[in-house]
T-cell receptor
Framework: GQNIDQPTEMTATEGAIVQINCTYQ??????LFWYQQHAGEAPTFLSY????GLEEKGRFSSFLSRSKGYSYLLLKELQMKDSASYLC??????????FGPGTRLSVLP | DVKVTQSSRYLVKRTGEKVFLECVQD?????MFWYRQDPGLGLRLIYF???????EKGDIPEGYSVSREKKERFSLILESASTNQTSMYLC?????????????FGPGTRLTVL
């Protein structure tokens, strides 16, 4: 079966660093994506990992370990506008995107 | 600028009505998808299509059908709307072999069935 797990909610303080974890079990693996979704809006692409290791993009970094079925999204220097849901998704062999339930991040002043 | 558009942002229908949700993309993508998103359940795949006139069932196809007569357009049909189909519906598209290419999402349609 397909299963992706993420924490439901997280809270952090403005200026801090937060790590959002994602574990997955899917029928095949063609890459892992992270999306950001503000309330009432569509998800927007943040990052993509297909090889093990860390990908850095400004304040956001994403890490992948294929052997452990594990990824994390690291957000540095948190800003109020980072309050959103963060979705982890795996592209399986059937070219389907399997999504986790999303993690709602609240950034407090 | 890539674009996926959906016919309505908000829709209110009555139980038993036939509902059409339309999605159009201008990126020449082969793959198109329909999801529904509910609190605590995340995005769930209803149907997807890899090419014109082709369709595949996703995880929750019951109560829905789809139509893809042209490459750029993918329609979701609720034959007889029910209250448990009240949800946010998101359309997305991607290239056939997505690889590092992400899905692009439309703005969503919030459907309420009374």
């Amino acid at each position: 079966g397909q299963n992706i797990d993420q924490p439901t909610e997280m809270t952090a303080t403005e200026g801090a660093i937060v790590q959002i974890n994602c574990t997955y079990q899917t029928s095949g693996f063609n890459g892992l994506f992270w999306y950001q979704q503000h309330a009432g809006e569509a998800p927007t692409f943040l990052s993509y990992n297909v090889l093990d290791g860390l990908e850095e993009k400004g304040r956001f970094s994403s890490f992948l370990s294929r052997s452990k079925g594990y990824s994390y999204l690291l957000l540095k220097e948190l800003q109020m506008k980072d309050s959103a849901s963060y979705l982890c998704a795996v592209l399986d062999y059937g070219q389907n995107f399997v999504f986790g339930p999303g993690t709602r991040l609240s950034v407090l002043p | 600028d890539v674009k996926v558009t959906q016919s309505s942002r908000y829709l209110v229908k009555r139980t038993g009505e036939k509902v059409f949700l339309e999605c159009v993309q201008d990126m020449d993508h082969e793959n198109m998808f329909w999801y529904r998103q509910d609190p605590g359940l995340g995005l769930r795949l209803i149907y997807f299509s890899y090419d014109v006139k082709m369709k595949e069932k996703g995880d929750i196809p019951e109560g829905y059908s789809v139509s893809r007569e042209k490459k750029e357009r993918f329609s979701l049909i609720l034959e007889s709307a029910s209250t448990n189909q009240t949800s946010m519906y998101l359309c997305a598209s991607s290239f056939r072999l997505a690889g590092s290419d992400t899905q692009y999402f439309g703005p969503g349609t919030r459907l309420t069935v009374l």
